[in-house]
């Protein structure tokens, strides 16, 4: 028993370092990254079964632990584990064909897609009675889920009494998070802005005919793993953060941790300006805005100006050479724009960042 207690103790510390979010998007960016690179290898049903079995074993045995169950457990966030196992589930599975058809196209053999195309059947009576008897498994199990879990409901709203923490709903909460590290014009406006519009300039910017009707990586590389990093870094892991990792006050709790609400964190962010000014040449802030933050105001012409040159020289060199200077340069804008997220959410993490220029005389800070 004390064995026992002592490697849950050591897992439990493990699991409580790699949440720490300076620590967990960076390792997830890593596990994306070498997912994608082998995932030939690793999308293996004898590969990938193991993983996801330790992964469940590490789940259900944390759930002994009662502040993680009644997180994981709380009605709000069942729909968010549902939500990660499935999108898990099918990324697995999008990977396994795309390696399959990959593999077989190297070979100089159909895909999966091309050999079913060969097997037809009709939509009445095969089609509509698969997807009746879909309906069917789906409206129980949502009916049992009704029963079984209580509905999260609370009481009248109050301006006495607010929920500590107050959170937005689970679709939301990675724009809530976003809203930490960013002002409202940025995070609610030009972000989800520059989405729809990069969504939108896809079919423009990505003319590659290959890969359209059946799964594959090796033929749509860059577009998928921007996408994968787009969704599942950017978006799910936020969600995650907010849902399992913000706790009372708006603080960082680990998944074992009771969120106290008179925890106390000592923390006190600081502007690239008073970084130069007072901390580098110990001086005060000079008055006049633009000499106040010309040091952040250099660092971000740097970013942009030699953002896209190192992208062209680097990543993306195979890209500039297959684009023209238009598409090239919007592809290199969205992808600077979605970057400013990690850099400035991890720098407010590790130096305690706030605004790498900050000018409330008119209400720009960035």
Request: charged residues 15%; hydrophobic residues 55%.
């Amino acid at each position: 028993m004390t064995m026992v207690a002592s490697v849950g103790s050591f897992l439990k510390a493990v699991i409580t370092f790699v949440a720490a979010p300076q620590i967990l998007l960076p390792l997830a960016a890593v596990a994306l990254v070498c997912t994608l690179k082998f995932y030939r290898t690793l999308t293996k049903p004898k590969v990938a079964g193991p993983i996801g079995l330790g992964i469940l074993a590490l789940l259900v045995g944390s759930c002994f632990d009662p502040n993680f169950r009644g997180n994981i457990l709380r009605p709000d966030n069942v729909p968010i584990v549902l939500l990660l196992v499935s999108v898990f589930f099918f990324l697995w599975l999008s990977l396994r064909r795309a390696a399959i058809n990959d593999e077989a196209t190297e070979r100089g053999e159909p895909t999966l897609e091309g050999r079913w195309r060969r097997e037809t059947v009709l939509v009445w009576p095969d089609l509509v009675m698969i997807e009746l008897i879909c309906l069917i498994c789906v409206t129980a199990a949502l009916v049992f889920w009704a029963i079984a879990v209580p509905a999260p409901l609370e009481e009248p709203a109050s301006a006495a009494l607010t929920p500590n923490p107050s959170k937005a709903p689970w679709y939301f909460l990675g724009l809530q998070e976003m809203l930490v590290y960013f002002d409202p014009w940025y995070a609610g406006v030009v972000l989800p802005s520059l989405i729809v519009v990069g969504l939108m300039a896809i079919p423009f910017i990505d003319t590659n005919p290959r890969g359209n009707g059946y799964y594959t990586l090796r033929e749509r590389r860059f577009a998928i793993t921007v996408f994968l990093f787009g969704f599942i870094i950017f978006w799910l892991v936020l969600i995650t953060i907010g849902t399992f990792l913000r706790g009372a006050n708006w603080n960082f709790f680990g998944p074992y941790d009771y969120w106290d609400p008179h925890r106390q964190v000592p923390l006190k962010n600081i502007n690239v300006s008073e970084i130069f000014w007072v901390k580098m040449l110990g001086r005060g802030l000079p008055d006049t805005w633009p000499l106040r933050e010309a040091p952040g105001l250099v660092l971000v012409a740097l970013y942009i100006v030699l953002g896209p040159l190192l992208l062209a020289k680097t990543v993306l060199k195979k890209l500039r050479g297959d684009m023209n200077p238009v598409r090239f340069s919007v592809v290199v804008i969205l992808l600077l724009f979605m970057m400013t997220m990690p850099i400035k959410m991890l720098s407010r993490w590790l130096f305690n960042l706030k605004y790498i220029v900050y000018v409330p005389e008119y209400f720009i800070n960035f």
